[in-house]
């Protein structure tokens, strides 16, 4: 079961802080990611991090501010935004990405938080 939290209201240029708390007890043998949709949009890929944390990667909206983490000990993965932008207003999601899968589509992933609204505002 993964669960987010640290959604909520921002200005433009803010920062927020997304958390996401994994109950399984092999969480760091999985790369995980974060996802987002807005309102009337398809789920995109935003970030993910390698099982070790060595490895990162992020879509280009994103790139340079927003950072991923994860602390496997405590078994939680973070979404760091800075410079958030009104166009970040979404619903954002934390999940685990399939073992030997490669691309960043939803269906390489296959457990999913319930979701944390983010709201920027202009």
């Known amino acids: 079961q993964l669960v987010e939290s640290g959604g909520g209201l921002a200005q433009a240029g803010g920062s927020l802080r997304l958390s996401c708390t994994s109950s399984?007890?092999?969480?760091?043998?999985?790369?995980m990611g974060w996802f987002r949709r807005a309102p009337g949009q398809e789920r995109e890929f935003v970030a993910d991090i390698s099982h070790d944390g060595l490895s990162t990667k992020y879509a280009d909206s994103v790139k340079g501010r927003f950072t991923i983490s994860r602390d496997n000990s405590k078994r939680t993965v973070d979404l760091q935004m800075n410079s958030l932008k009104p166009e970040d207003t979404a619903v954002y999601y934390c999940?685990?990405?399939?073992?030997?899968?490669?691309?960043?589509?939803?269906?390489?992933?296959?457990?999913w938080g319930q979701g944390t609204q983010v709201t920027v505002s202009y």
């Open positions: 999940a685990r990405k399939k073992i030997l899968h490669v691309a960043n589509s939803p269906g390489d992933y296959d457990y």
């Open positions: 399984g007890r092999t969480f760091d043998i999985y790369t």
